[in-house]
């Protein structure tokens, strides 16, 4: 099982970011997937999930109606769209993979939320 993630950087207040993460090991069509995040000091915390078909979606409240995640289950890819980005979104983003009976996590990326 891998889970790879991309796109992470530094971006300015304001500016846009998205991250993706690409699968392959498991049946990523039938798989929740989800963005978790941990900033210095701090416990990892959920930031979006989205359920295998794309249609249920879930947002932490701090980043709801800023962040989009979104799949392709033909590309086995998961994304998460980081628009108006703050300073308090700094973190490494993880992407996380639920099948039935097990949870596979990513590398992490990191985001770094500056000007």
């Known amino acids: 099982v891998q889970l790879v993630e991309s796109g992470g950087g530094l971006v300015q207040p304001g500016g846009s970011l998205r991250l993706s993460c690409a699968a392959s090991g498991f049946t990523f069509s039938s798989s929740a997937m989800s963005w978790f995040r941990q900033a210095p000091g701090k416990e990892r915390e959920v930031v979006a999930r989205i359920n295998w078909s794309g249609r249920n979606t879930y947002y932490a409240d701090s980043v709801k109606g800023r962040f989009t995640i979104s799949r392709d289950n033909a590309q086995n890819t998961v994304y998460l769209q980081m628009n108006s980005p703050k300073p308090e979104d700094t973190a490494v983003y993880y992407c996380?993979?639920?099948?039935?009976?097990?949870?596979?996590w990513g590398q992490g990326t990191q985001v770094t939320v500056s000007s």
């Open positions: 996380n993979a639920a099948t039935d009976d097990m949870v596979y």
